[in-house]
């Protein structure tokens, strides 16, 4: 599986950004995609998941209710629509997937980073 994100840049506390992914690979529709960050000098975090059907969607705590992740099961895409964007969202956002629904950092596979910087 092949993850490659785009969307990140720069914008101001309270914007917003969509995340975007394109995945690639045998039977990647049948997979559960998802985001994780890892901001400056801290540990990789759970941020988002998306199960195959795109019927079940999970999210960590700090992001509730401001992100939300979607699918485009034709196109093999996941969004990541992120809103009311605070300073402490800037990191690295990584696109990931994996066989079954993970809510933790342990994801099979990883794309490439795309890094979201939030100003105060």
């Known amino acids: 599986v092949q993850l490659q994100a785009s969307g990140g840049g720069l914008e101001q506390a309270g914007g917003s950004l969509r995340l975007a992914c394109a995945a690639s690979g045998r039977n990647v529709s049948n997979y559960a995609l998802g985001w994780c960050r890892q901001a400056p000098g801290k540990e990789r975090e759970f941020v988002a998941v998306?199960?195959?059907?795109?019927?079940?969607?999970y999210y960590a705590d700090s992001v509730k209710g401001r992100f939300s992740i979607s699918k485009d099961t034709a196109k093999n895409m996941v969004y990541l629509q992120m809103t009311n964007l605070k300073p402490e969202d800037t990191a690295i956002y990584y696109c990931?997937?994996?066989?079954?629904?993970?809510?933790?950092?342990?994801?099979?596979?990883w794309g490439q980073g795309t890094l979201v910087t939030v100003s105060s």
């Open positions: 990931t997937a994996d066989r079954i629904v993970i809510t933790t950092i342990y994801f099979n596979y």
């Open positions: 998306i199960s195959w059907s795109g019927r079940t969607q």
